[in-house]
């Protein structure tokens, strides 16, 4: 088999110093991570704030040595041989806004595909079609500093494709990007993997559910460092299909919780979450008829339903059910 | 077995294509951050004008000190060695901060660091504007020091040759320590600011450049004679001004040859310790995670 990635049993500890006389933390950001990514394929990493996703990333493309396991890219152990390795890989992270400000983009991109060996004339030319494609094809002389942070971003997007890597690693591309240029960027990138023809491998991460879904071939929902599960969206997906997922918008709960909600039999999970003085609830459960249990539940408890709807499963739905919460309530849970 | 992605050809260059492409961009990209005043008048500041007033403050305290006699081969000595200490303050301070200024200023030595490229070079590579941009000021002081100074410096009395060797060989020792402390500023994620400042500090005091050793308690000269710089400002000295050199009585004693073996010897002692200095702290920076870390000053 062709594998792009590879790693098997890949922990990261990082090692935090408190002050003077606390003792140094560990912290656990990969857990035995155990993944495979093939040639060709559209990879997407998907967990909340802290999941280990960005850490991963590093330890692929060299920057990061990991604590056990071994990963390799391109069949390349990453620990062991990074030179061999930085030839055939690009990364890109998005949220931020780092370039050479005095340069201009043009120089910029030309400065790395030089890095990379990149011949003057191709690279000009590479650079004037993709900066034409992420629209900043009239930008080329602006100097990177006088960019704003969302078109600096894709700049450093057509510096990850410029040097045409075998394996291109994008940490949230699209964070901080507005909702047309996140679907330019989507676009690009799904176009990206199909034109190469099972060539070029991707690797991103990402918190957007709807990203996932859409865009990736493969999925791997990664929570506090663990791979919980990997695989296409949709058999991701297939096996909630089955239950019947409900999203019901009431009067608030105030202190009282789900607990009530959670004791009934067949109902699986149950999200919350206060909105504009209203509380919405989702469930997953495991036959339609488990509903009436709950509107009964409710009305006992004097709660209003102001709104019912069932939809279909969603990856976001696959991450409460594996982790019993939701992103959000994860990311509202490490804030505190 | 997984098969190998095969790197493609247009990648495959060897050692010696990758150290000269780093180098030429290295360099290149160099210079466009130092050149980037637009306006001239930045420029004149940063290199006129401030290396002249740090030698006018020199001027002036010898002055004070001995009452205006500056015709005192101690003075041409010490305008000598300030003069040229330019090259350390610029040279290794600025490969070394090559490092924070990718880290924290621009936020790009994780994308340089993953590229396909040597990283010592590159680091060097960034030095070589800052050496051009040095000799601007080095030759303003002296121009300076002639003309208003009476420094004895007789165009047809420099040894050239040892003057041209000595520089040459003097540049790279000091890239070579700028590049041993752009490694160590690599595990320095923190208080790394004043790195290279202190270091040429520190070296302003014990390699002769405004004073002989011999001014210094026996106890700490040793300090000024294992630093590659005493030798290398006593040879650019004797180079330019053949008649002070007596003003350095300790190293008097040694020929040119002499001088220029030691220099020579502490360099290659250098270039081995900068390397083995990076290799250890570039590893160390992965396993802690440093190559990307921003204090968000
Ligand atoms: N350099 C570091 N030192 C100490 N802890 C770190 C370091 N980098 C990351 N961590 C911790 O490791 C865990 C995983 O972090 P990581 O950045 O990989 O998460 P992530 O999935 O990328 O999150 P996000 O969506 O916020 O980018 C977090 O708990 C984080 O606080
Ligand atoms: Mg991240």
Not at chain 1, 312 to 319: G, I, R
Not at chain 2, 104 to 125: N, Q, S
């Amino acid at each position: 088999m062709d594998l792009a990635v590879k790693t098997q049993d890949l922990s990261r500890i990082y090692k935090i110093r408190g002050g003077k006389k606390e003792e140094a933390k560990e912290l656990v950001a990969l857990d035995h991570v155990s993944v495979e990514i093939k040639r060709g394929e559209l990879f997407g990493l998907l967990g909340p704030n802290g999941a280990g996703k960005t850490t991963l990333i590093k330890i692929l493309t060299t920057l990061l040595s990991p604590t056990s396991g071994v990963a390799t890219v391109g069949g390349i152990d990453v620990a062991k041989e990074p030179h061999n390795v930085r030839p055939i890989i690009n990364m890109v992270s998005g949220g931020e806004s780092s370039g050479y400000g005095l340069l201009t983009v043009r120089e910029n991109l030309w400065m790395f595909a030089q890095f990379y060996g990149i011949p003057t004339k191709v690279a000009n030319e590479r650079i004037k079609e993709l900066l034409g494609i992420v629209g900043l094809g009239d930008r080329d002389n602006t100097k990177s500093s006088d960019l704003s942070t969302g078109l600096r971003q894709k700049m450093n997007i057509v510096r990850g494709f410029l040097t045409d890597p075998e394996v291109l690693f994008l940490d949230e591309p699209t964070l901080g990007l507005d909702v047309g240029a996140s679907r330019d960027v989507r676009h690009f990138v799904r176009g990206w993997v199909d034109e190469n023809k099972g060539d070029k491998t991707l690797l991103l991460t990402t918190h957007y559910m709807v990203e996932a879904d859409e865009l990736c071939d493969r999925v791997a929902i990664i929570n506090q460092g663990r791979v919980l599960a990997c695989d296409t969206p949709s058999r991701l997906k297939r096996n909630l299909q089955r239950d019947a997922i409900f999203k019901l918008e009431v009067s608030p709960l105030n202190g009282a919780g789900t607990g009530s909600f959670e004791k009934l039999a067949g109902v699986r999970q149950v999200t919350h979450q206060a909105q504009d003085g209203q509380s919405i609830l989702e469930f997953i459960l495991e036959e339609e008829d488990v509903l009436g249990r709950v509107v009964n539940t409710m009305t006992n408890q004097d709660i209003h339903i102001f709104n019912l709807e069932k939809r279909e499963a969603t990856l976001e739905d696959v991450f409460v059910d594996l982790v019993g919460k939701s992103m959000k309530e994860v990311e509202g849970d490490s804030d505190s | 077995m997984d098969a190998q992605i095969t790197i493609p050809q247009s990648r495959q260059d060897n050692t010696f294509q990758r150290l000269v492409r780093t180098f030429r961009v290295s360099a290149w990209l160099g210079w466009q951050i130092e050149a980037n005043w637009a306006d001239p008048l930045v420029f004149a500041i940063y290199a006129l004008i401030k290396p002249l007033a740090s030698a006018a403050i020199i001027v002036v305290m010898y002055g004070i000190i001995t009452q205006g006699d500056f015709g005192q081969p101690i003075f041409a000595y010490i305008f000598i060695g300030n003069a040229f200490y330019i090259y350390v303050g610029q040279v290794m301070s600025g490969v070394s901060w090559a490092v924070i200024d990718d880290r924290e200023h621009y936020r790009m030595l994780k994308y340089v660091y993953i590229a396909p490229i040597h990283i010592p070079t590159y680091l060097l590579g960034r030095g070589v504007a800052k050496f051009v941009f040095a000799s601007i000021s080095v030759f303003v002081t002296l121009l300076a020091g002639v003309l208003f100074l009476q420094i004895p410096l007789d165009l047809l009395q420099v040894d050239w040759l040892l003057f041209i060797v000595s520089l040459a060989i003097g540049v790279n020792m000091l890239a070579l320590m700028g590049l041993m402390l752009g490694s160590i500023v690599l595990l320095l994620v923190n208080h790394s600011f004043g790195m290279g400042e202190a270091v040429a500090g520190a070296l302003y005091l014990f390699s002769g450049a405004i004073f002989p050793l011999e001014v210094l308690p026996e106890w700490i000269r040793w300090v000024g004679f294992i630093m590659p710089v005493t030798y290398w400002l006593e040879l650019i000295r004797r180079a330019l001004l053949p008649d002070i050199a007596a003003g350095f009585p300790t190293l008097a004693s040694l020929s040119n040859g002499q001088l220029l073996g030691i220099m020579l010897g502490l360099t290659v002692f250098f270039a081995v310790a900068a390397f083995l200095t990076f290799n250890y702290c570039d590893r160390e920076a992965r396993e802690r995670g440093y190559i990307d870390r921003t204090t968000n000053y």
